[in-house]
């Protein structure tokens, strides 16, 4: 039982921190994505448009992916930023293109179109699921 009290004694700090610099690096990069986007997302879900809402949960769980594999494999708080930093930027790049060559359905999101926002959210999920699995090697 000591071995445990001490393990935890040790062991929690480190994963509090780490889980604080996560959550951090996560929603430092909504806050850029939601910059970057061609449109007010978070607007448009404050005003009931379902397509920017299914668009932005999935942007935050393409986001979360890679963060939580970074964060998975690193071994401190260096690696996690390091990774996770690499993780957001490459994401976010891409988040770019997508948006660049897949010009028409910013526009069909904002005008509510449900079937324009699960597939932006299935192709940036499926960018991040390659971009998790790179980092976690």
Same mark, same amino acid.
């Given at each position: 039982?000591?071995?445990?009290?001490?393990?935890? /004694?040790?062991?929690?700090?480190?994963?509090?921190?780490?889980?604080?610099?996560?959550?951090?690096?996560?929603?430092?990069?909504?806050?850029?994505? +939601?910059?970057?986007?061609?449109?007010? +997302?978070?607007?448009?879900?404050? +005003?009931?448009?379902?397509?920017?809402?299914?668009?932005?949960?999935?942007? $935050?769980?393409?986001?979360?992916?890679?963060?939580?594999?970074?964060?998975?494999?690193?071994?401190?708080?260096?690696?996690?930023?390091?990774? /996770? /930093?690499?993780?957001?930027? $490459?994401?976010?790049?891409?988040?770019?293109?997508?948006?660049?060559?897949?010009?028409?359905?910013?526009?069909?999101?904002?005008?509510? +179109?449900?079937?324009?926002?699960?597939?932006?959210?299935?192709?940036?999920?499926?960018?991040?699921? $390659?971009?998790?699995?790179?980092?976690?090697?």
């Amino acid at each position: 039982m000591d071995a445990m009290m001490a393990s935890l /004694g040790s062991g929690l700090p480190v994963l509090i921190l780490h889980f604080a610099v996560t959550l951090t690096m996560l929603i430092a990069g909504v806050v850029i994505y +939601e910059w970057i986007t061609p449109y007010p +997302e978070l607007k448009l879900v404050r +005003e009931g448009n379902t397509a920017a809402a299914i668009a932005l949960s999935g942007a $935050i769980l393409s986001l979360a992916i890679p963060l939580a594999f970074s964060m998975a494999v690193s071994v401190s708080v260096l690696d996690i930023l390091v990774w /996770g /930093g690499v993780t957001i930027i $490459i994401l976010l790049v891409v988040y770019r293109v997508i948006d660049f060559l897949l010009k028409d359905l910013p526009a069909r999101i904002v005008d509510g +179109e449900i079937g324009a926002a699960i597939l932006l959210s299935a192709v940036k999920l499926s960018v991040a699921a $390659i971009t998790a699995a790179a980092v976690s090697g």
